[in-house]
């Protein structure tokens, strides 16, 4: 099970890599959006780390975000964030500029302040 610094790291430098991306590209931001969700969920793996609990997969990690109150506050924009990942990388269906800018950078500060509160 890696540790609170091993996720924190991680989801740092996948926010890091997410900004490096060209925005003008359609799969540019399906990838940002994808590696923001990954970002977002090791931010919460930093949480759970911290309470012993390691998710093994994502529908244990799901299970596990319902059981807390502290990540229930976020559980909304962690879903979208997986949603527009998985519509991405499965269906082709890259955000807009404005859906990114409206939809996953808002997702994506939400669950890593949110987060970052609770560490």
């Known amino acids: 099970m890696p540790s ?6 991680v989801a740092r430098d996948n926010e890091l890599l997410a900004a490096q991306l060209n925005m003008d590209n359609s799969a540019a931001r399906g990838w940002a959006a994808t590696i923001s969700f990954y970002s977002a969920l090791h931010y919460v ?9 390691h998710s093994a997969d ?36 890259y955000p807009s500029k404005i859906e990114y800018s409206v939809e996953v950078v808002p997702a994506f500060k939400a669950v890593k302040t949110g987060m970052e509160k609770c560490l």
């Open 45 to 53: 793996e930093a949480f759970f780390s911290r309470k012993g609990i």
């Open 4 to 9: 609170k610094s091993i996720h924190l790291e």
């Open 58 to 93: 994502h529908r244990t990690r799901d299970s596990n975000l319902c059981r807390h109150d502290e990540t229930m506050a976020i559980y909304d924009d962690f879903c979208e964030l997986k949603n527009i990942s998985t519509g991405a990388r499965y269906l082709g269906r």
